[in-house]
């Protein structure tokens, strides 16, 4: 307990010591998310993070999961796990699917999830231009999972110039290796932009081997990605975008928590690609959009190796598809009012399934695509009153109508007041929806009765920065009340199971970012995340943040230590929670931290070599009982840009 008070005293004491001036918070940044369109954070009073090319440059060799989980308020389960976990994201405490996942503009989905929630590990950080996070319940403007939060992930543009071409390749522990190729440029009004990416793993043991003595299999995987786009300027002001992003990996997995597996092998492809037209003239802009995201996973279970009486032999096949078509238009006028509003038409089918052998005999279960689907039609409206005397506020609403259980709707109250241009206060009300799965209405425990989840956040915080911009402070809280939560019910009397309606949750919380430099040569950042809830059931409250930990703390050092030498070090602060329902071990699992070590060295202005030390001291840790976290592990290798 001594030493987790003195980790905790130096993480926050040393940075409101010694912090430093970060690009993701600043007052001035454009941001994308929060209005649908571009505009400066100091005229919304929404809470937007800011993750840019240069701070992306710098996690060379990670995956998307483990930068996010650097950032205020993520927690990821599977992020330190063997590569190819599927990767549980919460944020600010709300369970997986809560957070909607935007890739340039287009909400991604996976229909074949019980939680509707989108693959992570299929987006490749190579691929990555910029993040933009925004908090708090976003339903108005980005439709049905927005519960917690929006992350916005814009993908490479490449050059708009003379052709460039640009490589990377890494290696290290668990046999790792990772590589990616790019080719963009220009040719008058034709741009282009090809990306490939490979990664190849040997892995760890998915499973912990709690004897040392059982010699589990190492879980490996394999992937490949490939992004293309073409823009097209069709005249001054009006522009044509047509992208694919294409993911495929092989990976394996264990036969559950300190369970080996010798023959549990997975297949997952991902597919998103689109159509985009922009307008833009004077204080106008236009924009129409359509996309196809489609799903394919594959598993099977293979009767060479049996680690369970129950499933001597077991083959799943599951495949989602979602179409998306939007169009919106956003008017401006003079410096203090703008409106947007749009519509938005959203499709998903799936089709699924499962057949397995055990000790019971065999069991299977199906769900066709032509009965398992939904539409979605929606229109929404904002409207956004900023700079007039410091005063800035937003007013919006979303109409929704679903196929299967009617018609809902959300708003947005968000004012906000600035100071100058270097503080800002605000308040956000905002109340949020989430609809039920395909699973949830359609499988042999569907219910075509079920509504959507709903939410209200309320939100209240102060953002500044010096004169100098050599300091900032962000402090937000929160609190956040869902209603007809969607549970796994068994009737006591029969046995009968199926999803209902029928819990409330109640979350609150709050996040401290300090940012500060010290001299030209050295920053400072730190952020703390603090969440705790509840269940409410029947008038029965329950501690129920599964696997979530109350504080999560990220502090991290950027130096400069000559013009080519650029050295981070990092440490993660990981408090207690509580242990998944049914995982085994105590009910509570204790806090752990990790030490990092990430450098860059700047050979020539186009050649960079880098090494990322992870886990320095070796720390054994579980983000879920039974499954194995990285150890002390590293990755270096090198990047070109011609």
């Not at 940075?15 to 100091?42: E, F, H, M, P, W």
């Not at 499962?354 to 409207?383: C, E, M, R």
Request: proline content about 2%; glycine content about 8%; overall charge positive.
């Amino acid at each position: 307990m001594s030493k987790t008070c003195t980790l905790l005293t130096v993480l926050l004491t040393g940075n409101i010591l010694y912090a430093q001036q970060n690009d993701s918070t600043r007052l001035d940044d454009v941001v994308v998310t929060a209005t649908r369109t571009g505009i400066k954070s100091s005229q919304t009073g929404k809470i937007v993070t800011v993750i840019d090319q240069a701070a992306i440059n710098r996690q060379q060799g990670r995956s998307l999961g483990e930068l996010l989980n650097t950032q205020a308020g993520f927690f990821i389960n599977g992020s330190n796990n063997s590569l190819g976990t599927n990767q549980d994201l919460y944020f600010r405490g709300a369970g997986t699917g809560s957070m909607l996942v935007v890739i340039d503009g287009t909400p991604v989905f996976d229909p074949s999830q019980t939680n509707n929630a989108f693959d992570l590990n299929s987006i490749s950080l190579d691929q990555v231009e910029k993040i933009e996070i925004l908090r708090g319940g976003q339903s108005t403007l980005w439709g049905s999972d927005a519960v917690a939060g929006v992350v916005q992930v814009f993908l490479k543009k490449g050059s708009r110039a003379k052709p460039s071409i640009n490589a990377q390749a890494a290696y290290g522990s668990y046999e790792t290796f990772r590589s990616n190729a790019a080719l963009s440029g220009q040719t008058g009004a034709l741009g282009y932009n090809v990306r490939y990416g490979y990664t190849k793993s040997a892995g760890m043991p998915a499973a912990y081997d709690s004897t040392g003595t059982k010699n589990f299999r190492k879980n490996g995987f394999e992937q490949s990605t490939l992004f293309t786009e073409l823009r097209y300027q069709i005249r001054p002001g009006f522009s044509l975008r047509t992208f694919s992003d294409l993911s495929h990996y092989n990976t394996s997995y264990a036969g559950g928590p300190f369970t080996d597996e010798k023959d549990y092998n997975a297949r997952n492809k991902n597919y998103v690609g689109g159509l985009a037209l922009q307008y833009q003239r004077n204080q106008f802009t236009w924009s129409l959009t359509g996309s196809i995201q489609q799903v394919r996973r594959k598993f099977v279970n293979d009767s060479g190796y049996v680690s369970s009486i129950y499933s001597k032999y077991s083959e799943g096949y599951y495949t989602g598809r979602t179409t998306v078509l939007e169009s919106f238009a956003n008017q401006r006028w003079g410096k203090h009012f703008q409106l947007t509003g749009g519509i938005q038409h959203i499709s998903q089918n799936t089709s699924q399934s499962y057949f397995s052998t055990g000790a019971f005999g065999p069991f299977a279960t199906a769900l066709g695509k032509d009965s398992a689907n939904i539409q979605q039609t929606s229109v929404f409206v904002s409207a956004l009153f900023s700079g007039w005397k410091g005063w800035n506020l937003e007013l919006g609403t979303r109409l929704n109508h679903h196929s299967i259980y009617g018609t809902n709707a959300t708003y947005t109250i968000n004012p906000s007041f600035t100071i100058s241009e270097r503080t800002k206060f605000f308040v956000n009300i905002s109340s949020a929806y989430k609809i039920p799965s395909l699973y949830q209405l359609y499988s042999e425990y569907g219910n075509k009765q079920l509504r959507p989840e709903y939410s209200t956040t309320y939100e209240a915080g102060v953002q500044t920065h010096n004169p100098a911009q050599t300091w900032s402070v962000r402090l937000a809280v929160f609190k956040r009340d869902v209603r007809d939560i969607i549970i796994f019910y068994t009737d006591p009397a029969t046995f009968n199971s199926q999803y209902i309606n029928r819990s409330q949750q109640r979350d609150w919380g709050g996040e401290l970012e300090t940012k500060f430099s010290l001299g030209k040569k050295i920053q400072w950042l730190t952020n703390l995340a603090y969440v705790d809830g509840k269940g409410i059931d029947k008038g029965v409250k329950t501690k129920n943040l599964y696997r979530r930990p109350h504080v999560v703390i990220n502090s991290s050092l950027n130096i400069q230590a000559s013009q080519s030498l650029h050295i981070s070090p990092s440490i993660r602060f990981v408090g207690s929670r509580l242990k998944g329902e049914y995982d085994a071990g105590p009910a509570e699992q204790p806090s752990y931290y990790t030490i990092d070590l990430l450098a860059n060295y700047d050979i020539t202005t186009s050649i960079r070599a880098f090494i990322d030390l992870r886990n320095i001291t070796n720390q054994r840790y579980f983000d879920v009982v039974g499954y194995n976290s990285k150890r002390f592990n590293m990755m270096a290798g090198f990047s070109v840009r011609l």
